[in-house]
């Protein structure tokens, strides 16, 4: 299986302040259509997971724009423009190219 | 609306049997691939397997910790999504999401396999 791994585990950001998250991926997500399966996700406290972002950089309605992603072949990063307080969750890249698909370990954003 | 409603969800002791259900609304049900993802209390997520439209088939994949012991099946002249679980581990023990193609998710049932 693809493993997917993310950094930080742990992301304590400032309200207002910008925050990272990278996902790296085993093998190239690259599919034979030309399209890169990469998908991120958010998981608030005690809720179902919700996607943001697909194929890399789709922003899915009724995300903020405050939130994009980028990246190619086996790296690729989530950005948070300026942190909100509603952002606070687990953060998961999770990959859809090979099966089965297969999630990053997540990413805890907290506020400072 | 979209809407997904999973039941089913309960104690079992390991060994044991359990059938989930996903009730879907909102969209064409019978033309969707539909999918079991899993997570384990304070862990990752993680895919447990998809079944295809009729259309396609319903052909089903399953990830390696449910080959051969679960089954995903659905009913379209329901819009019911079904996981069928046999010869269950303490390792089971998660909440079962169902899943659109990832874009849509219900609010999970949680399966503890406990003696």
């Known amino acids: 299986d693809v493993v997917m791994t993310q950094s930080p585990l742990s992301l304590p950001v400032t309200l207002g302040q910008p925050a990272s998250i990278s996902c790296r991926s085993t093998q190239s997500l690259l599919y034979s259509d030309g399209k890169t399966y990469l998908n991120w996700f958010q998981q608030r406290p005690g809720q179902s997971p919700r996607r943001l972002i697909s194929?890399?950089?789709k922003r899915d309605s009724g995300v903020p724009d405050r939130f994009s992603g980028s990246g190619s072949g086996t790296e690729f990063t989530l950005t948070i423009s300026r942190v909100e307080a509603e952002d606070v969750g687990v953060y998961y890249c999770?990959?859809?190219?090979?099966?089965?698909?297969?999630f990053g370990g997540g990413t805890k954003v907290e506020i400072k | 609306e979209v809407q997904l409603v999973e039941s089913g969800g309960g104690l079992v002791q390991p060994g044991g049997s359990l059938r989930l259900s996903c009730a879907a609304s909102?969209?064409?049900?019978?033309?969707?691939?539909m999918s079991w993802v899993r997570q384990a209390p304070g862990k990752e997520l993680e895919w447990v397997g998809r079944?295809?439209?009729?259309?396609?088939?319903?052909?089903?994949d399953y990830a390696a910790p449910a080959q051969g012991r679960f089954t995903i099946s659905r009913d379209d002249s329901k819009d019911t999504l079904y996981l069928h679980m046999n010869s269950l581990k303490s390792e089971d023990t998660a909440v079962y999401y169902c899943?659109?193609?990832?874009?849509?998710w219900g609010q999970g049932t949680l399966v503890t396999v406990s003696s």
């Open positions: 899943t659109t193609d990832s874009s849509y």
């Open positions: 079944i295809k439209s009729k259309t396609e088939g319903e052909t089903t």
């Open positions: 909102g969209f064409s049900f019978s033309y969707a691939w």
């Open positions: 194929k890399v950089s």
């Open positions: 999770m990959q859809g190219t090979h099966w089965p698909p297969t």
